[in-house]
Each structure stands twice: as C-alpha cells, then as structure tokens.
C-alpha cells in the first residue's frame, strides 16, 4: 500500500508540472499518466507482498523513466511562405524571361536554376546540372519572343512550386519559324541565404502528338 500512496502523489505531482518541460504533442498528458497506472498496476502484480520497499522504489524508478521518455525538446519552428517568398519567385521567373530572350544562357542557369537541377524536356532524356543545362540551351535556335505567365506560386517552408503557360518562338536558320505554346511546372527550394532557386521543372506543348 505505500507504494501505491507514493505513486499516486508521483502522478500528482507529473499533471501538476505542465511547464517543466516540452512535452511531445502526439503523447497528451493524460495518454502518459494512463501509460505511468499501467506501470503501477503491472508492478503491484508481479512483486511478492514481502518486498514493499523495494516495490515502491521500482514503480518510483519506473515512473521517471516514462516521464523522462515522454518529454521532449520543443521542435524547431519551420520557416513559413510568405508573400515575399512569393514575390521572390515571380522575380526570378521575370528575370530568366529577360535572360532566355537576350540569349545570355550563362545568366539564364546561374540565376534561376540551383546547381544540381533536374530538367524534364518533352520527349527528351533528363537533363541535370548548370553544364548539361547550359549546353541544352545553346543549342536552341535564335529566340525572338518568349513569354513565362505563372498562374500559381505556392510552398510551404523550404519547398515551393509554380506552374503556368508559356509562348516560345524561334528562328531556325533557313527553316520556317517555330511558334510553341504550352504550359510547365517548376520547384524550388530556399537557399541558406534566403534565395529561392529552381530545383526542378518541367514543360510541354499543347500541340497534340501526330498520330
């Protein structure tokens, strides 16, 4: 019985404590105080009526240690998207148009692609990293319009996605032009200095395939 007494104000004392520590939101109070009587209850049933000290230092020894387990450090809070994440983004995005159509391909990667970016072109093998981007784009054909309209830019933390309609024309030499109109899908993560980078994107046409 005296164990039990000193459990019972353990389990007082442990509801009473609310501030000393961060507790896990996925473990409530109330789920460990219930966890702590199993323990109570366990032990009261297994040890022989002759051993009551050594009972009551065992559940004791038990309690802290469950108590102990469910406490845990206050998580770190995660960067939220902001407006001005947002607007950093659609700043990128108005400056890689600006890029692709003075032909600068240099600038056009370093500025908007991070350094180990992954390209997805339409009926093409990916594409990844600023050489292997850079030398996709220098093979294009002189560009004379290109248009990047985003209609959602959105994330979450480090993470961010938008997606949109593109026009692209280009004058092959001593071919007809080529007008393309088509729609892409981007992701970018925030940099260690703030900046948000494209990790990631994707493009087609909305031509339909010859059949």
């Known amino acids: 019985m005296a164990a039990g007494r000193n ?18 939101r996925s473990k409530p109070l109330r789920l460990r105080i219930m966890s702590l009587t199993y323990t109570r209850v366990y032990c009261q049933a297994h040890l022989s009526k002759g051993g009551i000290m050594n009972s009551n230092r065992l559940i004791l020894a038990l309690a802290l240690v469950l108590s102990v387990a469910a406490c845990q ?17 659609r700043s990128i995005l108005e400056k890689f148009v600006d890029d692709v159509v003075a032909e600068d391909w240099t600038a056009t990667v370093s500025n908007y692609y991070a350094t180990q970016a992954v390209r997805m072109p339409p009926n093409e093998s990916m594409i990844q990293g600023h050489a292997a981007i850079t030398a996709g784009m ?4 002189p560009v004379t319009s290109f ?18 309609a593109f026009t692209l024309d280009l004058a092959p030499p001593e071919a007809e032009p080529v007008n393309m109109v088509g729609k892409w899908h981007a992701i ?5 200095d703030g900046s948000w980078l494209c990790v990631s994107d994707i493009w087609n046409t909305d031509t339909p395939m010859a059949m």
């Not at 206050?74 to 983004?89: H, L, N």
């Not at 248009?147 to 949109?164: F, I, N």
């Not at 970018?188 to 260690?192: F, S």
């Open 188 to 192: 970018y993560e925030r940099q260690t």
């Open 147 to 164: 248009t990047l309209t985003p209609q959602v830019v959105a994330g979450d933390g480090d993470l961010a996605y938008a997606r949109g």
């Open 7 to 24: 459990f019972d104000c353990f389990l007082s004392a442990l509801a009473s404590r609310r501030t000393s520590c961060s507790f896990s």
């Open 73 to 89: 450090p206050a998580a770190e809070p995660q960067a939220s998207f902001s407006t001005a994440d947002e607007a950093s983004i």
């Open 138 to 141: 220098e093979a294009l054909p």
